[in-house]
């Protein structure tokens, strides 16, 4: 069931970024398992899961609705996440990460390394990636062992395209530009992991706010060629011009 719960919030991701689905739009379970050809289970979760980032609400009258934003939210949203992540990463490395919590970061490193080895990635590769790094941020908050740190982030996360793999470029990664972009971001992983290990505060911290100009890049970029990457993007530009 994770798995393919995985698959579904991948594919539902997926298909609200490429603008399938207007602002304020309806969502029911039945159309959309019909759609992705799934039961109605995993299509529930996921868009509780999504619900949680920020991309839809309940909907009075059952179901849930493709939400309502700005640019200027997300691009809030995102800077709050890096600054919040850079005291999460300064925190482990000051405190010196326990052997435990370095295998673990390194697990999904190497899982990463397995999956961008790939010649292209299909939707279950993307899951893979995305489960991984969902993985390896939600670490590095729980190593913190700060739980008012946590709690703002887990609020936080819950913003339109807030949370860590919500602005991945999982809708271009066939590409060689969105390969790229996701090689880069793992080397920052390599690289935060090295200096939280290192117990190097301030850079681990500047590490992990630089880490979030991914997803800076990918806003920006899905702006300025909303046909070419994310045209629901197109629609809340749209929307406050």
């Not at 849930?64 to 996440?81: G, H």
């Not at 919590?101 to 292209?120: M, V």
Request: net charge neutral; charged share 25%; glycine share 6%.
């Amino acid at each position: 069931m994770a798995s393919q719960l995985i698959r579904v919030l991948v594919q539902l991701r997926d298909l609200i970024l490429k603008g399938e689905f207007a602002p304020g739009e309806r969502l029911a379970e039945i159309p959309i398992a019909q759609k992705l050809g799934a039961s109605r289970t995993p299509i529930r979760l996921a868009f509780s899961s999504l619900e949680q980032e920020g991309l839809l609400e309940p909907s009075p009258t059952g179901g849930y609705l493709i939400k309502r934003f700005t640019p200027r939210e997300i691009a809030d949203a995102i800077a709050v996440r890096g600054h919040l992540e850079g005291m999460a990463a300064r925190l482990v490395a000051e405190h010196g990460p326990t052997s435990q919590l370095l295998t673990f970061l390194k697990d999904c490193l190497k899982e990463g390394d397995r999956i961008l080895n790939k010649r292209t990635l299909n939707y279950d590769d993307s899951a893979c990636y995305i489960e991984m790094n969902d993985r390896f941020h939600q670490l590095i908050v729980n190593g913190a062992e700060n739980a008012a740190l946590a709690r703002a982030i887990e609020l936080n996360n819950r913003l339109p395209y807030a949370a860590p793999s919500a602005t991945m470029p999982m809708q271009q990664a066939s590409g060689e530009e969105g390969r790229e972009w996701l090689r880069h971001a793992h080397r920052q992983h390599l690289s935060l992991v090295q200096a939280m290990e290192h117990r190097e505060g301030t850079r681990a911290q500047g590490l992990a706010e630089e880490h979030v100009q991914i997803a800076r890049m990918n806003m920006r970029y899905a702006f300025e060629r909303p046909d070419a990457f994310m045209p629901a993007f197109k629609l809340v530009a749209d929307a406050v011009n």
